[in-house]
């Protein structure tokens, strides 16, 4: 019998260390969101990936670098990872007046996260479940 294999859809790019990445990040999302068929669960999508860029820049991308955002497609499931190079491990926090609501966020919204390791820094990634996928 043969079976049919689908082979992930992966979309990746590097932003330097700059505040208008983040906008770009969420462009670049958009695109790929709509090209796949997310559907319903775009806008999530792409908060979280506001929040884990934004997280990039702020505390896990030193001067002179950037971020590598990667997007991937499996089956019915949407990773979404951002590479950085900084130290420290991030984790989940009591929001703090303005700050502190990022990975709230993303654990909310997000079927799955967490953070991996890399060499040098590490790797904080999300995923959602998309149910029927259109492209």
């Not at 990039?56 to 997007?71: D, T």
């Not at 130290?87 to 953070?115: M, S």
Request: hydrophobic share 40%; proline share 5%.
């Amino acid at each position: 019998m043969n079976e049919v294999k689908q082979l992930p859809l992966l979309r990746e790019r590097f932003y330097p260390r700059e505040r208008r990445s983040v906008a770009r990040a969420r462009e670049f999302t958009r695109d790929a969101a709509v090209a796949w068929g997310v559907g319903a669960r775009a806008d999530d999508v792409l908060l979280c990936v506001s929040e884990l860029a934004t997280n990039a820049l702020l505390h896990g991308v030193p001067p002179g670098r950037g971020y590598q955002l990667r997007l991937l497609l499996s089956g019915q499931t949407l990773r979404i990872e951002v590479h950085d190079s900084g130290d420290g491990l991030p984790h989940v926090r009591e929001p703090d007046g303005e700050c502190g609501r990022g990975l709230l966020l993303v654990a909310a919204l997000a079927d799955k996260w967490g953070v991996g390791e890399r060499e040098p820094g590490k790797v904080v990634w999300c995923e959602f479940y998309l149910g029927e996928v259109t492209f």
